[in-house]
């Protein structure tokens, strides 16, 4: 448990900046965590919200 308390506290922060960033560019919650389910790497999704927020197809 010791050896991973690290690693759940980046993945815990990661993770919130990453969904307030999602709802803030215009996803509702629902669509957020479906976002975060579904995409494995957590650089894409924050790449991805400027696409999301202008409409791009």
Known sequence: MHAIIPALI????WGLVTGVAMVKSGLTESMALAMTLLLYAGSAQLTSLP???SGAP
């Not at 980046?10 to 922060?13: D, H, P, S």
């Open 10 to 13: 980046a993945t815990g922060t």
């Open 51 to 53: 696409l999301i927020a």
